[in-house]
């Protein structure tokens, strides 16, 4: 099974960015498609988007499409997202994931990094 | 985007006990639902998919079951590592895949 180790924990300012990295071992990178999901401080999970790393496209979250940016570096199989003019409300949790297909056709995110807390204050 | 509605919100619960949580979806999401565990300040662990297959090396306790709009999941014989809080999720159709809002399991 893929190992994903995220980057620490960041303290940002309103109107910043952030980059979070996840980089992955034990599989083959260039076959993975990659997950990014918050979770904010007692809520639940919310989607951000994915990437497939072989051909880096992204799909996003409506909520996410103007301001998260979702990269793969094959050279280093690490995965990025980037998240732009952070607000207060983008303090969380940023987890990746890898998302398998079941032979049933469905999905699910059977790997996750542990997590990178994102701490937005003035 | 599809609405994950999961019940109750929390539930207190001994070690031994048979638990049930459930899960509705806004519409059918077929048989495409995922099941997740998450202890305090740890990444989620994936229990299920496709409704009720179980992850390898998921204990058989857990189990679940559902298809369209109502899905369960049960714990049989709770166990004191399974206290946490579980999520549904459905990968239905094209993302964004929704998650409920979470269950707690908390000791009684």
């Known amino acids: 099974q893929v190992h994903l180790v995220q980057s620490g924990a960041e303290v940002k300012k309103p109107g910043s960015s952030v980059k979070v990295s996840c980089k992955a071992s034990g599989g083959t990178f260039n076959s993975l498609t990659i997950a990014w999901v918050r979770q904010a401080p007692g809520q639940g999970f919310e989607w951000m988007g994915r990437i497939i790393t072989i051909f880096g496209t992204t799909h996003y979250a409506q909520n996410f499409q103007d301001r998260a940016i979702l990269t793969a570096d094959k050279s280093t199989s690490t995965a990025y997202m980037e998240l732009r003019r952070l607000r207060f409300e983008d303090t969380g949790v940023y987890y990746c994931?890898?998302?398998?297909?079941?032979?049933?056709?469905?999905?699910?995110?059977?790997?996750w990094g542990q997590g990178a807390l994102v701490t937005v204050s003035s | 985007d599809i609405q994950m509605t999961q019940s109750p919100s929390s539930l207190s619960a001994s070690v031994g006990d048979r638990v049930t949580i459930t899960c509705r979806a806004s519409?059918?999401?077929?048989?495409?639902l995922n099941w997740y565990q998450q202890k305090a300040g740890v990444a989620p662990k994936l229990l299920i998919y496709d409704a009720s297959t179980l992850q390898s090396g998921v204990p058989s306790r857990f189990s679940g079951s559902g298809s369209g709009t109502h899905f369960t999941l049960t714990i049989s014989g709770l166990q004191p590592e399974d206290f946490a809080t579980y999520y549904c999720?459905?990968?239905?159709?094209?993302?964004?895949?929704?998650f409920g809002q979470g269950t707690k399991v908390e000791v009684k």
């Open positions: 999720q459905q990968t239905y159709s094209s993302p964004p895949w929704t």
């Open positions: 994931a890898t998302i398998f297909r079941a032979p049933s056709g469905s999905f699910g995110f059977d790997s």
């Open positions: 519409e059918t999401v077929d048989i495409y």
